[in-house]
């Protein structure tokens, strides 16, 4: 019975925004309708509301001065910058949107080749539901997660094999994602008078994974996000944007818009950083808006620990004045905590606060 048929697969399938909104959406479906008070009102493209402040840009070209004072104060104030002549060639990072934007124009039958195993959170492929728990408010957003690092979980095998370069660019992305991420951990640790590789030598086993987010137009923009409030999981995230621009931050309770820099990276500190150094630099609340018109991509390089490992506020950061603010944790357990709960901002990082 070719109703059955149809039926069937479409309970295996599960949905992607892309496909509703191929499907001619003229409102958007109450899963995805955030509550009022979450709502963001939808990306204002007004060239004259210009931010009155902006996320810092830093310039790590060493010619150019010794940007350690410069990281401590955006990691300080605001747990987000933007870094550029950061070694990475700016071709690469255009190659990699580009490979990303050509696979989610592909067919959606050579898309769901790809598709993530729905049972697991996490799990690598193209997908749309992030959380496991049911119920909650969906995001207006599309993506593909690669395993990149350990190698032991890195199998390109899994990755879209077009373009023909797809799988060299991931991997050659991947490389110097870590780079960018070993370089900046450091000056991190620096920054606070700690040993170079003191996160480093706490994250143990690098866990790496690459997730391109692709969100449609939305028809009615103003009700829903592209990815809720949240603050990422790990220790340290690295951000490629197109030029469409989404990317809101949470600073001193107002919304700021991150400004697309072809050239930049943006690094949002994550919350494994703000347990290490006792909340002395806080995690980055960030949210991505959706508008009416075009579609937006970006790239994150997510750059966690192993599951095993406890992550603690590191000894030489707590004093008198400055009192241990969270309990360690066994970073696999966070991870179970916030796939099933969801963020809801930073509640999973609040649950390990220590009430002096
Ligand atoms: O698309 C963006 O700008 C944000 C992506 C993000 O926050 C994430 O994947 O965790
Ligand atoms: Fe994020």
């Not at 410069?70 to 071709?91: E, L, T, Y």
């Not at 207006?140 to 370069?165: G, M, Q």
């Not at 959706?290 to 970006?298: D, F, I």
Request: charged share 20%; glycine share 6%; aromatic share 8%.
């Amino acid at each position: 019975m070719p109703h059955c048929a149809s039926f069937l697969s479409s309970m295996a399938q599960p949905n992607r925004v892309q496909t509703l909104v191929d499907s001619g959406l003229a409102v958007v479906p109450p899963q995805y309708i955030q509550a009022p008070d979450h709502r963001a009102g939808g990306l204002r493209h007004d060239a004259a509301a210009a931010p009155p402040i902006a996320v810092p840009v830093i310039d790590l070209d060493p010619q150019s001065g010794d940007p350690i004072l410069d990281i401590r104060r955006a990691c300080k104030d605001w747990g987000v910058f933007q870094v550029i002549n950061h070694g990475v060639p700016i071709s690469l990072l255009e190659e990699m949107k580009r490979v990303g934007l050509a696979f989610f124009r592909s067919p959606t039958e050579a898309k769901l080749r790809y598709a993530c195993d729905p049972r697991f959170p996490a799990s690598e492929g193209y997908g749309s539901k992030m959380l496991s728990k049911d119920g909650g408010v969906l995001d207006w957003r599309d993506y593909f997660d690669h395993h990149t690092l350990p190698e032991s979980r890195c199998n390109p095998n899994r990755w879209p094999d077009y373009p023909d370069n797809y799988r060299h660019v991931v991997g050659e992305y991947s490389n110097s994602m870590k780079a960018l991420a070993q370089k900046l951990l450091r000056m991190i640790s620096i920054s606070l008078g700690l040993a170079p590789s003191y996160i480093e030598d706490v994250i143990g086993e690098v866990y790496q994974n690459i997730t391109i987010s692709y969100y449609p137009p939305c028809p009615q923009p103003e009700l829903a996000l592209g990815l809720q409030t949240h603050s990422d999981i790990g220790a340290i995230s690295l951000l490629i944007q197109d030029d469409v621009g989404g990317l809101e931050v949470l600073k001193d309770g107002e919304w700021v818009l991150v400004q697309p820099l072809s050239d930049a990276i943006i690094v949002l500190l994550s919350d494994q950083t703000e347990i290490i150094t006792n909340g002395e630099y806080a995690s980055a609340e960030h949210r991505a808006l959706v508008n009416a018109k075009q579609v937006r991509l970006s790239v994150a390089t997510f750059y966690d620990p192993s599951k095993t490992r406890v992550i603690s506020p590191a000894a030489e950061l707590i004093t008198d004045r400055s009192p241990q603010k969270y309990r360690s944790v066994v970073y696999g357990d966070y991870l179970s905590s916030w796939y099933g709960k969801g963020p809801e901002g930073k509640r999973n990082l609040d649950a390990l606060l220590i009430h002096q």
